[in-house]
């Protein structure tokens, strides 16, 4: 791993060389770009690092979109996406959720899918999807390309919040989009390179990292939380859990007051954001209003002793329905 904090290199016999200026690209950023476009089963190198998820999410809509065109976006999806769509209508972009597991509206000018939805755990309808004319995006931050290479079934996009498993410590914040298309990718770096959202080399040094580790990480939360999804299916104070059967994420609904059993864990930490090593739990109400159930719990699974992590769940909704 070369980490180059430079932000200007020399020119070659006075012309630029391969890296000019740390804005247009740097060689900590491509490396870990070609690393995740390999992941991803991309054409060699189409992917690109940004300086969080919300800013990839904002440059892919400002850079292929234009006033008037419309997204259809899942319904379900991450409730910050749905934010940054709502606040970019003042410049003139629409949104219509639909159901991603069914076909996408007619009409629209792009298809927005996250595999599986955050905190909901639906997956989308890829096929319907491809079929439809308009490019298609799938946020696959909580599948991974462990799990799921949404290029190869059809998809144009797949963009991550690098901040949650492929950096997978809880200690960088960056995005990504991987593209399947030559041109797609370069109108894409092109407004990177000029409006600037770009991956610190710190940072894309982490998630490089983050990556030579993805799969024995994704593994084994799998591993925990299939076993942890049946426990709690089985549990008389859990109402619905939600869980697609791959990955370290999943919600479930208690039947007690969701508060008291997110604040009475003592191993699993109450915070936000998931795809860490250390397994989080949270109530989504908090943040998302009365588009989720008060009683929903969002449970992001991390490397813990399975065991120890049903425990810990098991004495919190104790503590809850009490
Ligand atoms: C966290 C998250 C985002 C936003 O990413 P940031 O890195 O926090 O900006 C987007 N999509 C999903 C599914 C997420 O979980």
């Given at each position: 791993?070369?980490?180059?904090?430079?932000?200007?290199?020399?020119?070659?016999?006075?012309?630029?060389?391969?890296?000019?200026?740390?804005?247009?690209?740097?060689?900590?950023?491509?490396?870990?770009?070609?690393?995740?476009?390999?992941?991803?089963?991309?054409?060699?190198?189409?992917?690109?690092?940004?300086?969080?998820?919300?800013?990839?999410?904002?440059?892919?809509?400002?850079?292929?979109?234009?006033?008037?065109?419309?997204?259809?976006?899942?319904?379900?999806?991450?409730?910050?996406?749905?934010?940054?769509?709502?606040?970019?209508?003042?410049?003139?972009?629409?949104?219509?959720?639909?159901?991603?597991?069914?076909?996408?509206?007619?009409?629209?000018?792009?298809?927005?899918?996250?595999?599986?939805?955050?905190?909901?755990?639906?997956?989308?309808?890829?096929?319907?999807?491809?079929?439809?004319?308009?490019?298609?995006?799938?946020?696959?931050?909580?599948?991974?390309?462990?799990?799921?290479?949404?290029?190869?079934?059809?998809?144009?996009?797949?963009?991550?919040?690098?901040?949650?498993?492929?950096?997978?410590?809880?200690?960088?914040?960056?995005?990504?989009?991987?593209?399947?298309?030559?041109?797609?990718?370069?109108?894409?770096?092109?407004?990177?390179?000029?409006?600037?959202?770009?991956?610190?080399?710190?940072?894309?040094?982490?998630?490089?990292?983050?990556?030579?580790?993805?799969?024995?990480?994704?593994?084994?939360?799998?591993?925990?939380?299939?076993?942890?999804?049946?426990?709690?299916?089985?549990?008389?104070?859990?109402?619905?859990?939600?869980?697609?059967?791959?990955?370290?994420?999943?919600?479930?609904?208690?039947?007690?007051?969701?508060?008291?059993?997110?604040?009475?864990?003592?191993?699993?930490?109450?915070?936000?954001?998931?795809?860490g090593v250390t397994t989080t739990m949270e109530s989504r109400h908090r943040w998302e209003g009365d588009r989720v159930p008060e009683s929903l719990l969002r449970l992001s699974v991390g490397l813990e002793d399975v065991d120890e992590l049903w425990a810990d769940l098991e004495q919190a909704l104790a503590a809850g329905s009490a």
């Open positions: 791993m070369h980490l180059d904090r430079s932000t200007v290199w020399p020119y070659e016999q006075g012309e630029p060389g391969a890296f000019v200026y740390s804005r247009y690209a740097h060689p900590t950023g491509v490396e870990a770009e070609r690393a995740l476009a390999a992941l991803e089963g991309a054409p060699e190198g189409q992917a690109l690092l940004f300086a969080s998820g919300s800013a990839a999410t904002t440059a892919l809509l400002l850079a292929l979109l234009k006033p008037g065109d419309t997204v259809a976006l899942a319904a379900g999806a991450y409730y910050g996406t749905g934010v940054i769509m709502d606040e970019l209508s003042r410049w003139g972009l629409a949104h219509v959720e639909f159901d991603q597991t069914g076909p996408p509206p007619e009409g629209v000018d792009l298809v927005w899918l996250e595999a599986p939805s955050n905190p909901f755990l639906t997956m989308p309808d890829l096929q319907a999807a491809a079929a439809h004319p308009a490019p298609v995006v799938v946020d696959s931050t909580a599948a991974t390309p462990i799990h799921l290479r949404p290029l190869e079934q059809g998809a144009d996009f797949a963009l991550h919040s690098a901040t949650k498993y492929l950096g997978g410590h809880s200690d960088a914040l960056a995005g990504a989009i991987v593209s399947r298309d030559a041109a797609a990718h370069e109108q894409l770096w092109r407004f990177r390179q000029r409006t600037g959202p770009t991956c610190a080399p710190d940072v894309a040094a982490l998630v490089l990292r983050g990556m030579k580790t993805l799969r024995v990480r994704v593994e084994r939360q799998t591993e925990s939380a299939r076993a942890l999804a049946e426990q709690l299916s089985a549990h008389p104070a859990v109402e619905t859990v939600r869980y697609p059967g791959f990955g370290g994420l999943m919600s479930f609904d208690v039947r007690g007051d969701a508060r008291a059993v997110e604040a009475a864990t003592r191993v699993i930490v109450n915070e936000t954001s998931l795809g």
